[in-house]
């Protein structure tokens, strides 16, 4: 009965809430668009935290904040606690099954719904705290990127250029041409011009002039939507929502490496996100509508097994290099329509795992290659998410992109770490990371939440 009404409460609560965000989100005010900027990083002053490495000050004080990674075939659920010296706590964790979505996108809203609600109650349930407000990773095939520039005049060229004057600069170039049916879920500076030429920060050059360079990441209007109902029919509010990739990066990588320039590959279960880093910035980002779930229906197809079996099978025994399993290794495993028990090559098992992974890695450096950025990823790629736990996957990697490759997985984590330290939890615990981007006030507040979940939508995190 006392979980009822606290439900009943929490509900009458975020339907207020989230209502009039998703009205916000439609107003002519606002274009029915949202933007965020990724602040520029610092460079790191203890490699060994993660909040350092993302390139992320500490808070003033200690804070709280929940990552929600709602995958295609997984909810992974973070809760994590940053202290004002940089460490991070994992306090906790969970992953259940994900029903209700295909490829990153809502088909099934009551399914979606209760998916969510299940795998929160169950990290809330480690942790012994109650969460109310979620970061939410986006991704799917409807993410798109959109190079702008915006220029202004500088409001006193003599004392130089302010904080106001890149604000307008970014807000220019934001303003372009997005047809009605996309939302722009950030606005990331790639670099800006003043009168001398390039410059990464603007603020005190004398100028009369300023360009901003952005990358615009647009998420159909309907999807995004969508995913803030889900949650919110869940009785939980989203305080915010962030690209899975970006998310990712920010959880596996060190600022040399986002320096250096890399290719971030996240193999999830229906799609595969990338995102490029070069001189700090993320210049690129996209989707392959493709992950570990097409392996597994290769499996099943190829073998003539369950999608069950054929899951256990890729997990247990898969392998991206078939020429190293010797041809006598056999698996016997049971025939999906009789159940009778057959034996299969383990090498086969391996070609069909190999030829659809390096497919979906194929399509990546296609996309990559479509962009001026990808010479300039010095550093090489960095493979993430559950389906780069796969056997030899670096290996073929390597050979694909035909450049240096490794598996990155969150690091300087304390508490519930030796779970968390996985690929498959690199979004949500740089959703939790991204938690720091926020005003500090926007999470586990108890006045104003409505007001301040409104502005959050309202205007552009800061980015420095």
Known sequence: MAENN???KRSEEVMAAESSLLKDLDSPETGGRTTATLPVSPAASSPSMAVFRAGIKPPPRTRMFTGLDIGT???CTIIGEIDPQGRTTIRGISSTPSQGLRRGVVVDLDETVSSIRTAIRKAEEIAQ????????GIAGGHIQCHARTGTVKVANPERGVTRADIRRAIDKAATGEVSMEREIIHTLPQRFLIDDGPVANPEGFASQQLTAEVLLVTAAVTSAQNIIRAVRQAHYRTAGIYLEPLASSL?????EERELGVIVVDIGGGTSDLAIWVDGSVRYADVVPFGGDSITEDIRRGLKVSCYDAENLKKRFGSCLPEAIHEDDKLEVPVALTGETQQVSRRFL?????SRLGEILMMVREKCEQTPWNDRAFGGV????????????????AKIFKRPCKIG???GLSGLSSVASSPIYSTGVGLVLYGLYHDQEFLYSETNMFQRLVHFFKRAIDWY
């Open 251 to 255: 959880a596996i990588l060190t600022p």
């Open 6 to 8: 606290l439900v009943r």
């Open 73 to 75: 075939t997984k909810i």
């Open 129 to 136: 705290v109650e969460v109310k407000d979620v970061l939410v």
């Open 350 to 354: 391996a070609e069909i795992i190999e």
């Open 409 to 411: 997985k969150p690091t």
């Open 382 to 397: 960095v493979l993430t998410g559950g389906g780069s736990l796969q056997d030899g996957s670096v290996d073929l990697a």
